[in-house]
């Protein structure tokens, strides 16, 4: 009796060992999706002409009747293309994106930026209850910060702040993080 007590304890260890195990590894595979997916968006931002697309002011005849520039024109996936609404700032003003990740319970309007739900983004073929998706929201800032002192003229800070959201087991958790880099207009 004793034997069995003590292999049934060992048991419900190695269970819940594993069911832990599962929630960690999804939690970082859907991590690692939401990155490459955002970095796969700055790429394309970094590739974007200096001058007329970073961002675009003009209206784009292929964008949503809503959605009015400034914004970037970015693909998601092979059937996706959004049009990102930015903040921007054109010197000499003062920049207006966060130097810090905004907090999960910040809202777009609370950090003065523009809200871009991306919406479910599937991250398989794979449909039904097995099926695994990120929700995706993207908020964009284009700071120009010259430095006429440190002979700098042409550079524009851009952040990207993204939410994304997934379902473990009956609890939806969110992640928020921050990436931002300095974009050139010589480095085309």
């Known amino acids: 009796m004793v034997s069995l007590t003590l292999m049934a304890t060992i048991m419900v260890g190695f269970i819940g060992t594993f069911v832990q195990s599962r929630r960690i590894t999804e939690s970082n595979v859907l991590h690692a999706a939401a990155t490459s997916m955002i970095y796969g968006i700055i790429e394309q931002i970094k590739q974007l002409d200096y001058t007329n697309l970073l961002p675009n002011y003009e209206v784009d005849p292929f964008a949503p ?7 970037l024109r970015v693909r998601i996936n092979q059937s996706t293309v959004v049009w990102l609404k930015v903040v921007h ?3 000499p003003g003062t920049p207006r994106g966060p130097t810090t990740t905004p907090s999960a319970s910040a809202t777009a309007a609370s950090v003065s930026a523009v809200q871009n739900y991306i919406g ?6 794979v449909t039904g209850t097995t099926s695994q998706q990120i929700n995706l929201d993207i908020w964009v800032w284009i700071d120009e910060i010259p430095s006429p002192s440190d002979n700098v003229s042409e550079v524009k800070k851009v952040t990207v702040v993204y939410t994304y959201s997934y379902v473990d087991g009956s609890v939806t958790r969110t992640i928020r993080d921050r990436e931002t880099f300095l974009r050139t207009r010589f480095d085309q």
Not at 65 to 71: F, I, L, M
Not at 120 to 125: D, F, G, K, R, V
């Open 65 to 71: 009747t809503a959605t009015t520039p400034p914004y």
């Open 89 to 91: 700032t054109p010197a």
């Open 120 to 125: 479910a983004i599937p991250l398989s073929t």
